[in-house]
């Protein structure tokens, strides 16, 4: 017997339920906002079909007293508990070595098996079917054709290989979707910052697809290797995860090239990205039911308000359904673009991990939202690590900035940079160039560390 791969994928299927390009500027973006609920209804009552016969969704759901009529449509949604990463290792520690919730089975045997980074612990099993693969694939590629990207593009990606999802993700995504020339450098880990540097002059490469972090190392290094970033390699664009990152400085640093953001996490896909006009990140709301959580109840706050991005995937009717995963992402839902022509709601992108938040005399700081306050100043590297000490009862912070030179004055003014942005005082420690590299690993990680904990050191 052979594979059912390719059958169960049906790409003609997935690029007629899940349009890119110019047949989705005229159809899903194109859809009433009740035209809209009808299609994401019918496509989540598949979605909890599949649920209800997957383990892990049986058990925590029973447990929370709820049987299958309690939940008739998308207005009993918040009627079912949240689940985070967190649920998902304590699932696998309980039924090693995938846990419960992959929903691989008789009727679905065929799925694709990668890992989380593990930037924030034990890596977690990734598991992806053939059709919700594929629906992934061309959900990025959509939102890198509206971006621009195109047939003539050699596109240089930073994604990191091996056990991770992200690297063989977009590579399937540009190879199947766009046309474009991808050319796979992955992490420093996998292709030393020099090498990649020369590849992107070789080639000419005209896109970076990757995380900002590592982007504006490449820029770094390109100046470093007496090359002139915009002119001795063409670059055009950039397609990433930017978070805050200050986006006029990645440009500036590539020589003006445009700078887009999109956002997902490895167990949905992409969820949201930008478009032309770059005001905001569009929720594919065709494949994804996105809400917005209070981190500390997890209750659903309105639309303006910042909170926990928690995900339905409307695609995933076969291996592993995901049915409220909250990232532990922050951000805030933002009504739609009307003059975009896209009439799907929108999102700022990534604001910061709930998880990863520390409080700091009643004031809420994330220590990945400091580069972009960072970045106007010229003294600075972008790159620093933070530090998080207890004294005298209190927790204090401490961050360490790489600065190009120094002055008497530049750790004053850097931490009153810092003041007027977070609205705390925090400590600042000046380092050379490359200092905090060990510490963050931003050449080998595809998220770099920005905070750690000496509390009980």
């Not at 949201?272 to 494949?287: F, I, K």
């Not at 960072?374 to 003294?379: G, K, S, T, V």
């Not at 003014?413 to 003041?419: D, F, G, R, V």
Request: hydrophobic residues 40%; charged residues 20%.
């Amino acid at each position: 017997m052979t594979s059912r791969y390719f059958e169960e994928a049906a790409p003609a299927r997935v690029l007629a339920e899940y349009p890119i390009g110019d047949a989705f500027l005229a159809g899903p973006a194109r859809l009433s906002r009740d035209a809209l609920r009808v299609l994401q209804e019918t496509r989540f009552k598949a979605v909890m079909a599949r649920a209800w016969a997957v383990p892990f969704y049986r058990r925590r759901w029973n447990a929370a007293g709820i049987e299958p009529g309690d939940i008739t449509g998308l207005d009993d949604l918040s009627k079912l508990p949240p689940f985070s990463k967190s649920d998902l290792m304590e699932s696998v520690e309980a039924y090693p070595p995938f846990g419960d919730y992959h929903g691989r089975d008789d009727d679905f045997p065929n799925a694709v098996l990668h890992t989380t980074s593990g930037t924030t612990g034990t890596p977690q099993p990734l598991f992806f079917g053939p059709w919700d693969r594929e629906v992934q694939n061309a959900l990025l590629a959509r939102a890198y054709l509206l971006q621009g990207m195109g047939a003539k593009d050699v596109v240089h990606s930073v994604y990191g290989y091996g056990m991770v999802n992200g690297g063989h993700y977009v590579r399937e995504a540009v190879t199947r979707y766009t046309d474009a020339l991808y050319v796979p450098a992955g992490t420093g880990r996998d292709t030393p910052t020099v090498q990649q540097v020369e590849s992107m002059q070789r080639y000419g490469a005209t896109a970076i697809v990757g995380f900002a972090d590592y982007v504006k190392r490449l820029a770094e290094a390109a100046v470093e290797a007496g090359l002139t970033p915009g002119v001795d390699i063409p670059m055009r664009m950039i397609c990433g995860h930017i978070g805050q990152e200050d986006k006029d400085a990645i440009s500036a640093a590539w020589g003006g090239a445009a700078v887009y953001d999109w956002y997902g996490v490895g167990d949905t896909g992409i969820i949201a990205g930008e478009g032309p006009a770059q005001n905001g990140l569009y929720v594919w709301e065709d494949a994804h039911i996105v809400e917005m959580l209070n981190p500390e109840t997890n209750a659903p706050v309105a639309d303006g308000q910042a909170g926990n991005i928690c995900a339905t995937c409307l695609f995933k009717t076969g291996i592993y359904p995901i049915v409220r995963f909250d990232t532990k992402d922050m951000s805030t839902l933002l009504p739609p673009d009307p003059a975009s022509g896209i009439g799907f709601r929108r999102m700022p992108g990534f604001q910061g991990r709930s998880d990863n938040m520390v409080k700091l005399r009643g004031i809420n700081v994330y220590p990945t939202a400091i580069g972009a306050m960072l970045d106007p100043h010229p003294a600075t590297t972008g790159e620093y690590i933070c530090q998080l000490t207890r004294e005298g009862g209190r927790d204090e912070l401490t961050v360490v900035i790489e600065a190009r030179g120094s002055s008497p004055t530049l750790a004053d003014e850097l931490a009153e940079q810092l003041k007027r942005h977070l609205g705390v005082l925090v400590g600042v420690t000046l380092v050379e160039p490359g200092a905090t590299a060990a510490e963050t690993q931003v050449e080998s990680r595809q998220k770099p560390i920005r905070l750690i904990d000496l509390r009980d050191l």
